[in-house]
Each structure stands twice: as structure tokens, then as C-alpha cells.
T-cell receptor, first 116, second 112 residues
Framework: DQQVKQNSPSLSVQEGRISILNCDYT??????FLWYKKYPAEGPTFLIS?????DKNEDGRFTVFLNKSAKHLSLHIVPSQPGDSAVYFC???????????????FGQGTILTVHP | AAGVIQSPRHLIKEKRETATLKCYPI?????VYWYQQGPGQDPQFLIS???????DKGSIPDRFSAQQFSDYHSELNMSSLELGDSALYFC???????????FGPGTRLTVT
């Protein structure tokens, strides 16, 4: 049962344009969300996160939007650069303020390719 | 900046053998998480430790055990290895209740 879903296996974007990566979740008890970037032969690298009490968080070229009613979040990268080409994972934490110590539930990942 | 260290990076074992994976968290990080990523799959949570105590448990087989030591490093012990255990094993660390986890480069385990 995939509780965090990234329905687009891949995305191709031109350098300088916006990349939008989408993520849907089914468990309404998820209350903290993170995006990770992963290059081959490396571990996931933390990019940006958002708490369920917010609907937007911005960090440089990266912005994450959260729509709780739709159980949907998205990562916007503006402007996209060739070095952004990687696999992007959406991840969620269940009941982050409770007894959970941050167990991450991951989506399947989206391969982003930014063409020069 | 210091990152999470995992050793070994690659490991080849035969069926029914035992393997031990090691994880050294970022200095001052007291929480360690283990994840397993099969081919073409997303990482799956196995187990976590906070201040040397097990804090959460996921889909970890009974053949696997793990612990966190006084210096906060952690070891994942895997016995009676099966072909299906072939995967990338990631360790991540965080400081206290911080939700941002920092991942190591992973150990690629191949069971033949």
C-alpha cells in the first residue's frame, strides 16, 4: 500500500524553466513533509521541508507547496539548472509531534532531467 | 562538513551467511535510522534508535537486528541472508527531534 505517491516517473525540463514535481499522499495523519534529491551511488540529500500547519515554504530556488485538503504537495525549482538532474523523492512523517522519531515514508521518486 | 559514514560501501555475501553494516552519524547527532532500498523501489524504513534505545521499528525481518552504541554509531546485523536481501542499505542521522534526516552514501549488499 503506497501511502506516498509520485505518479510521474520522470520529468524533462529546459534549463532556466520551472520544474514542478508532484506528490500525493493518502494518510491524513502525515503532518510533516520533506523533499530529497538523490544522485546515483549517493544517499538522498535533504532539500526542503514543510509542516502541515503551513502551505508554502521557500528556500532559494526551491519552493514547496502543500494543499492539505487535496493531500497534495509540489516542489517548484526556478530556474532549473542542469545540475538539478537527479531523482527527487517526496517523504512524509506520521504524527511528527508524537512518539514517532521521524520515520520517513517515501514516494517512488521522479527522475528530473534538465537539458542545457 | 562531516557527513554520515557507512561501511562497507559494497558487500558480497552468499546465501545463509551473516553480514554486519556499520553507520557513523554526523557528530552530535543522537538519532540513527536504517532504510532498505530494493532495485527500482523507494527506501523502506527498517528501524531507528534515539539515545541508544530503539525508538521505532518498521518492516525489519526477524533475521535482522540492530543496536546503537555509546558513541552513537549503529550496526545492522543480518543473518541467514537470502537473495531478496540484496539491496542498498542507507543509514540516516538527525539531532534529537529534528525531522530533517541526513543520509549516508549507503551500503550495497549483494547476496549470491
Amino acid at each position: 500500500d503506497q501511502q506516498v505517491k509520485q505518479n510521474s516517473p520522470s520529468l524533462s525540463v529546459q534549463e532556466g524553466r520551472i520544474s514542478i514535481l508532484n506528490c500525493d499522499y493518502t494518510n491524513s495523519m502525515f503532518d510533516y513533509f520533506l523533499w530529497y534529491k538523490k544522485y546515483p551511488a549517493e544517499g538522498p540529500t535533504f532539500l526542503i521541508s514543510i509542516s502541515s500547519i503551513k502551505d508554502k515554504n521557500e528556500d532559494g530556488r526551491f519552493t514547496v507547496f502543500l494543499n492539505k485538503s487535496a493531500k497534495h504537495l509540489s516542489l517548484h525549482i526556478v530556474p532549473s539548472q542542469p545540475g538539478d538532474s537527479a531523482v527527487y523523492f517526496c517523504a512524509a512523517i506520521l504524527n511528527a509531534g508524537g512518539t514517532s522519531y521521524g520515520k520517513l515514508t517515501f514516494g517512488q521518486g521522479t527522475i528530473l532531467t534538465v537539458h542545457p | 562538513a562531516a557527513g554520515v559514514i557507512q561501511s562497507p560501501r559494497h558487500l558480497i555475501k552468499e546465501k545463509r551467511e551473516t553480514a554486519t553494516l556499520k553507520c557513523y552519524p554526523i557528530p552530535r547527532h543522537d538519532t540513527v535510522y536504517w532504510y532498505q532500498q530494493g532495485p527500482g523501489q523507494d527506501p523502506q524504513f527498517l528501524i531507528s534508535f534515539y539515545e541508544k534505545m530503539q525508538s521505532d521499528k518498521g518492516s525489519i525481518p526477524d533475521r535482522f537486528s540492530a543496536q546503537q552504541f555509546s558513541d552513537y554509531h549503529s550496526e545492522l546485523n543480518m543473518s541467514s541472508l537470502e537473495l531478496g536481501d540484496s539491496a542498498l542499505y542507507f543509514c540516516a542521522s538527525s539531532f534529537g527531534r529534528s525531522y530533517e534526516q541526513y543520509f549516508g552514501p549507503g551500503t550495497r549488499l549483494t547476496v549470491t
